[in-house]
């Protein structure tokens, strides 16, 4: 019980734009070729400015399910850890695991590099269409169980853009502790 409530407790439900977190990275929605796009990946290039585009473009895009970092440049987070996650094709595709690889790429980063604060928007569920309801149950699963097992990052924010995204993310952590409770 006592892990269980130190685990939420390192995870934080917010109300907001992503580009102006403060610390030590923000997570992008990117797309496989990391050169920018619409949603929260052309807001996090529109702030970090050109600098941002010229550093993804030396690395080559990213695999669906993975993961890669750089600079923050004009945002107020250090690091930008561009993740890609999976098109909604119905489930039929992969698409949990994927997304689930997405947020772990991620996490191991996070430690890889060191960081204590990390935000992360609502992968997929923009222009990739994952439902919402189960992208956030595989969102805050995949951060929690990590949460559990690492000591890095030290506090996870998932930035949520809209309210109805917000009272998605309570609703999903209020079940998944229940959950946790009764097992
Ligand atoms: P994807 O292509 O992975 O679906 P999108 O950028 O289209 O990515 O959408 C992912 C999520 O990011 C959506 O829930 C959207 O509401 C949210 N979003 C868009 N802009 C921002 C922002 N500035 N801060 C946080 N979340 C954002």
Redesign the pocket.
Known sequence: MIEKSRKVDRLSLEL????RFMGDAIVN?A?ESLLG?????G?IHATAGPDLLAECRALHGCATGQAKLTGGYHLSARHVIHAV?PVWYGGTRGEEALLASAYRSCLELAEQYDLRTVAF??????????PLEEATRVALRTILAWLGDHLLPEHVTC????QR?LEMYESVLASLIKEGRNA
């Open positions: 907001g734009d992503i580009t929605a797309n796009g619409g949603g929260v990946d807001a996650g928007p609502a992968i997929s569920t923009g222009v990739y269409g994952y930035m949520c853009y809209n995204t």
